[in-house]
């Protein structure tokens, strides 16, 4: 995917609480809501919550992120 579809899509979903499932450069997998999407130059990073773990917000940098769909 190119980075600007991503980072619709994550808008999107940040917006309307929706979560999504990211499949990051390294084939790993992470399904949560996200809560904020920082376009800074400086951060480049996803945060989210895991589905399930309300407590728990993890970062996910945006250069790693191959695909992005609504889960």
């Known amino acids: 995917m190119r980075y600007e579809a991503i980072v619709?899509?994550?808008d999107y979903a940040t917006g309307h609480e929706r979560?999504?499932?990211i499949t990051t450069s390294e084939n790993?997998?992470?399904v949560g809501i996200p809560t904020s999407v920082d376009?800074?130059?400086?951060a480049l990073?996803?945060?989210l919550h895991p589905i399930?773990?309300?407590d728990t917000e993890i970062a996910v940098s945006l250069t790693h992120i191959r695909r992005v769909e609504i889960a």
């Open 39 to 42: 376009r800074d130059p400086d």
């Open 45 to 47: 990073e996803v945060f």
């Open 8 to 10: 619709e899509l994550l």
């Open 19 to 21: 979560s999504v499932r």
């Open 52 to 54: 399930g773990d309300e």
């Open 28 to 30: 790993q997998e992470v």
